[in-house]
């Protein structure tokens, strides 16, 4: 029964003449940009809500049933007040900031993995699509690179507004983003050194393995696979500091502290525009925490693999671990008071920093140990969780003709023997990646 059920999950490859893989990543940035736009003002009545029973009182409760339409009446209220522009601001630059704040934090949720969908070729052999807008192999690096960006939006909101606590804002925006942007790189580099690659649904699928030798196929891909533990808390807990420090979250918000700066950065900024950086700030606090999830708790992966938890689809889980993230968020925010900022810069560079290359070092050295011994003792392959290096084509193939890691007809599929599972399988060849054995 639970294979009828898998099976109705599989979909041709071709339909009507339209070749289904490809259109996957339409689905993605549809769906990717339609859950963030409908997800943000729950975002915020959640918030308020959590906020209100920690400290003990009732939260909004006059717009809606449960206040739930509070959310809307401040979007309406926002849309609807008047644009005032200062005088003597630089009005090229001041137009443009909360533009590049929104673009860029939407923009990083391309590459996040919702899931693996699975397609049938014409001849039978069965072959997965991930569901992202762009599964490019330099997923991290672009994530990076588009989180720096970000700061050019407040940067420049803080320079263009001709205000002296906005100028602070964004020039503290600014060191706070390098300060904590090392040490987040250093934890994710610790999980790319386990996984070998840069490319997100990559380091996904690595975490879809035995924790060791024999044990049941329920683990498999579980909550001990799952890079949090592999990698031994530590970078997971340096990057959570710093995602939080990253989009200037409390206790880490001294680029738009109140009681020093005012609104800080987007104190001249009204109406839309101050929604805009508004929607940035949400936005990132969602890819971060779906960076969080894909790299260190499994991404779409279920905690075990068996009913009832299998029959959920992965971007539901995945989509839960976000969630999580953010009720984090407004826990800190409820709980701690905001660091004064030479204590901000000392835990960046004084702490995280050290820790995070310490860790890296200590990562690097337990792969290398592993794989020289595996080399010298091959018996104990079956004592370490069995990662994607160990996979050992047995067949080559030349590049398909074909785009979207699509099948050729005529081409044999590659054999493939992996120790995680003890069985034979047949994968599809896919263009551009040749197929070779990863040490």
């Known amino acids: 029964m639970l294979e009828k059920f898998n099976h109705l999950f599989i979909f041709p490859e071709y339909f009507h003449g339209i070749r289904l893989p490809g259109v996957v990543p339409y689905i993605a940035v549809l769906g990717s940009v339609g859950f963030i736009l409908t997800i943000l003002p729950m975002l915020i009545w959640i918030e308020r809500v959590v906020l209100a029973l920690m400290q003990d009182r009732s939260g909004p409760n006059r717009v809606g049933p449960r206040g739930l339409l509070q959310s809307s009446a401040d979007a309406l209220k926002l849309f609807m007040k008047e644009d005032a522009r200062p005088k003597n601001v630089d009005v090229s630059l001041y137009h443009i900031a909360p533009a590049i704040a929104v673009v860029t934090s939407i923009s990083a949720a391309a590459v996040l993995p919702l899931q693996n969908i699975t397609f049938e070729h014409a001849n039978g052999v069965q072959f997965s699509v991930p569901l992202m807008a762009g599964d490019v192999n330099i997923g991290i690096l672009y994530i990076l690179a588009m989180s720096s960006l970000q700061v050019y939006g407040v940067v420049m909101a803080g320079w263009s507004s001709n205000n002296k606590y906005s100028l602070l804002g964004g020039l503290r925006a600014s060191a706070q983003l390098i300060s904590y942007e090392l040490s987040m790189g250093l934890s994710l580099l610790c999980v790319i050194v386990m996984a070998g690659s840069l490319q997100l649904n990559k380091i996904v699928d690595s975490q879809n393995i035995l924790p060791f030798a024999g044990a049941p196929e329920a683990l498999r891909g579980s909550v001990m696979c799952w890079y949090w533990i592999r990698s031994l808390i530590v970078p997971v ?203």
């Open 237 to 439: 807990v340096i990057y959570t500091i710093a995602m939080i420090a990253e989009t200037n979250r409390s206790p880490f918000d001294l680029p738009e502290a109140e009681s020093e700066l005012v609104a800080g950065f987007h104190t001249e900024y009204t109406s839309m525009k101050f929604a805009m950086f508004f929607t940035a700030e949400y936005v990132a606090m969602l890819v971060v925490s779906g960076l969080n999830a894909a790299m260190f708790w499994g991404g779409p992966l279920p905690p075990l693999n068996v009913v009832p938890f299998t029959l959920i689809p992965g971007f539901v889980w995945l989509i839960l671990k976000i969630m999580g993230g953010i009720f984090f968020y407004t826990w800190l925010r409820g709980t701690l008071p905001r660091l004064r900022y030479d204590a901000l810069m000392n835990l960046g560079w004084k702490k995280l920093l050290p820790l995070g290359l310490v860790w890296l070092f200590i990562i690097a050295g337990m792969n290398l140990g592993t794989d020289l011994l595996i080399h010298q003792y091959p018996g104990a392959k079956q004592f370490v969780p069995q990662e994607a290096r160990f996979l050992e084509p047995e067949v080559k193939s030349t590049t398909s003709s074909d785009d979207f890691g699509s099948v050729d007809d005529n081409q044999e599929p590659v054999q493939y023997n992996t120790p995680s599972s003890g069985r034979r399988g047949s994968a599809p060849h896919i263009k551009g990646i040749p197929v070779s054995r990863v040490r």
